[in-house]
């Protein structure tokens, strides 16, 4: 199993200076990657714990490209519907290749009706511009001239450069629709289930994977909290969520207050929870 740690990309903990901490000390402790979540435009009534701050996900990693040399670089999860699918397409190549390819593309269809409603997004075509979207990046990902003529999105040829490798697309949620496009499009799956949940779900997609002739070890994402000072607990946690078929643990300490406590719980994790 590898381990990544989600870091804050909103509130006050949101700085340079605690992102340039917290992603130095995930490097130096061995995590896989670093990941940053995804939004817009909070409503006020909706600010708990980021005050409705929020640093763009595309913009913080090309930052964070800058200031580490190994750690991967990822998205849990790019809302697809939220911006235009060329302009997505660039900046993600931008970001692969300036950090020699070490980016993890996090995605999802989106929740959020308000922040939908705050970009002129309706809604109820998240699926259809996400699939759209998925198609776009594959497309100019695969040729240095591309054109694409979609039910959404429509362009004649052009150079699409730089074209590093396309990162990994993790698809996020739950149910059939995102099986769907891990079937079409994923290097991983990423959804929000508990381990009961996940252990069926994870069988069916792999025998859908290997009744269509693909290979079924692709990455099975969890992201938790843990209660990492009871270290017995956490461990438990580890190999139930393992033993349910997750391969890649992504650790989530919420709202921590400091790059003190981020530091001293990421420690905590990789040396007491998962070196065992």
């Known amino acids: 199993m590898k381990y990544g740690i989600a870091v804050r990309n909103m509130g006050p903990q949101s700085t340079a200076a605690t992102l340039r901490a917290c992603v130095s000390a995930a490097e130096a402790l061995g995590y896989d990657a ?3 979540s995804d939004h817009l435009c909070i409503p006020p009534d909706d600010t708990e714990g980021s005050g409705g701050r929020y640093l763009d996900v595309l913009a913080t990693l090309a930052f964070l490209a800058g200031i580490t040399t190994r750690i991967r670089l990822g998205i849990s999860v790019l809302v697809l519907p939220y911006r235009p699918a060329v302009l997505t397409a660039k900046q993600v190549a931008t ?5 020699a390819g070490r980016m993890i593309l996090g995605v999802g269809v989106g929740w959020m009706k308000r ?23 594959t497309r100019l990902f695969a040729q240095d001239v591309a054109e694409y003529h979609g039910e ?12 590093p490798p396309l990162p990994p697309i993790w698809i996020g949620g739950n149910g059939g629709p995102a099986l769907r496009r891990v079937m079409e499009f994923g290097a991983g799956w990423h959804p929000m289930l508990p381990a009961d949940k996940l252990q069926p779900m994870v069988g069916e997609l792999k025998e859908r994977l290997r009744g269509a002739g693909r290979p079924d070890s692709i990455d099975i994402v969890v992201r938790r909290g843990l209660r ?42 990789m040396t007491k929870v998962a070196s065992a």
């Open 115 to 137: 922040e939908f409603a705050a970009l002129g997004v309706d809604k109820r075509m998240r699926a259809r511009l996400s699939d759209e979207t998925l198609r776009v990046l």
């Open 152 to 163: 959404l999105v429509d362009f004649p040829p052009f150079v699409f450069a730089p074209r």
């Open 95 to 99: 970001i692969q290749e300036l950090s």
């Open 228 to 269: 990492l000072e009871d270290t017995a607990a956490a461990r438990a946690r580890l190999a139930t969520e393992q033993a349910a078929g997750a391969t890649y643990f992504i650790l989530d300490l919420g709202r921590y207050p400091s790059e003190k406590e981020f530091i001293a719980q990421a420690e905590t994790f």
């Open 34 to 36: 670093v990941f940053v």
